[in-house]
Each structure stands twice: as C-alpha cells, then as structure tokens.
C-alpha cells in the first residue's frame, strides 16, 4: 500500500474542477458589462488616487502607487480592454489583487458585490475566432438575470502582452 500521498494543483485553469463546490466572485462594472474575478486573488479594495506615471508604459498601465512600503503597478481596465475614454470619479475603484505573490492595482468603473455561482451556473466563453482573445476567460456566469463575464486574471496579467505577472506552468 502505497502510504504517500501527491497533491496536485493545476494553476493554469481556475474553472471549476468540482461539481457542486460553489466559487465566489468579485463583481465589477467597466462601461455597460459586468465582470467577475476570483475573490481569492482580491488583497483589498481602495478608492482611485493619483498615480505616478512611467514613461514609455503602455497607455493601460496608468502608473505605480507605493502602497504601505510596495511599489504597486496599476492597470485601468476598461482602457486594456478598449472600452473607451476612462472618467474617475467616487465610485472609481482600485482592485488590489494579489497574484503569484505579486501585487498589482486594477482600476474598473466600480464594485457590486460578491457572487457565489455553481459549477452549473458558469458557462464556457464562446468562440470569437480570430476578433476577439478569449484565452483569459473562464467563461460567462450567470445568476437571475445577471450575467458576468468571467475573467481569469491570473491568464490576464500573466499573458505575454501584460507581463506584470510572472507565468504560471
């Protein structure tokens, strides 16, 4: 009898794996559409504050904050995902994501809530071909009348165009 046991995580895919073990999502708005990341990768929330910007930086990354002692990178979404001209105002929030042990600031038009969805209830991101990237999706939650678009942000900021993140294999 073979008395070792091997745990195995595959880090790559945060779809779920188990049928019938609920995932919990924090829900967020850029323009029109609602989106949702894994809370477990979600530090902490903060109002938008000025940034210091970066020269040479792509136009999404709006600059780095030191946040308590960590110089942090911040990402405006809705410029990354072209959805047009970003306005901040009060409802303007920073997601503080914590990612392979790196931190990094997201900046959306504002935060819902957090949703708890079933295995049942998420539903694989359709082909878009060639127009549109869906290898950072998980796939399409739904709850009532709600449906959330949901992001793998740990694809998303690992992907070779953002590079914040170091890859996950």
Same mark, same amino acid.
């Given at each position: 009898? $073979?008395?070792?046991?091997?745990? *195995?995580?595959?880090?790559?895919? *945060?779809?779920?794996?188990?049928?019938?073990?609920?995932?919990?999502?924090?829900?967020?708005?850029?323009?029109?559409?609602?989106?949702?990341?894994?809370? =477990?990768?979600?530090?902490? &929330?903060?109002?938008?504050?000025?940034?210091?910007?970066?020269? $040479?930086?792509?136009?999404?990354?709006?600059?780095?904050? $030191?946040?308590?002692?960590?110089?942090?990178?911040?990402? /405006? #979404?809705?410029?990354?995902?072209?959805?047009?001209?970003?306005?901040?105002?009060?409802?303007?929030?920073?997601? +503080?994501? $914590?990612?392979?042990?790196?931190? +990094?600031? #997201?900046?959306v038009d504002s +935060?819902?809530?957090?949703?708890?969805?079933?295995?049942? =209830?998420?539903?694989?991101?359709?082909?878009?071909?060639?127009?549109? /990237?869906? /290898?950072?999706?998980?796939?399409?939650?739904? &709850?009532?009348?709600? #449906?959330?678009?949901?992001?793998?942000?740990?694809?998303?900021?690992?992907?070779?165009? #953002?590079?914040?993140?170091?890859?996950?294999?």
């Open positions: 009898m $073979n008395t070792t046991s091997q745990q *195995t995580t595959d880090s790559r895919h *945060t779809a779920p794996s188990r049928p019938g073990r609920p995932l919990e999502f924090l829900s967020f708005t850029l323009g029109q559409e609602e989106y949702g990341i894994d809370i =477990q990768k979600v530090q902490e &929330l903060r109002g938008y504050d000025a940034v210091t910007r970066i020269a $040479n930086a792509p136009e999404y990354i709006k600059g780095v904050v $030191n946040l308590r002692g960590i110089i942090v990178p911040i990402i /405006d #979404m809705r410029i990354k995902f072209k959805l047009g001209t970003p306005s901040y105002d009060q409802f303007t929030v920073v997601i +503080v994501l $914590n990612i392979g042990g790196r931190v +990094v600031g #997201m900046v +935060v819902s809530d957090v949703i708890t969805l079933s295995a049942e =209830q998420i539903k694989p991101a359709p082909e878009m071909g060639s127009v549109l /990237d869906t /290898d950072y999706l998980i796939g399409l939650g739904t &709850l009532d009348e709600r #449906m959330l678009i949901l992001v793998d942000i740990d694809k998303l900021m690992s992907s070779d165009e #953002m590079g914040l993140v170091e890859k996950v294999v």
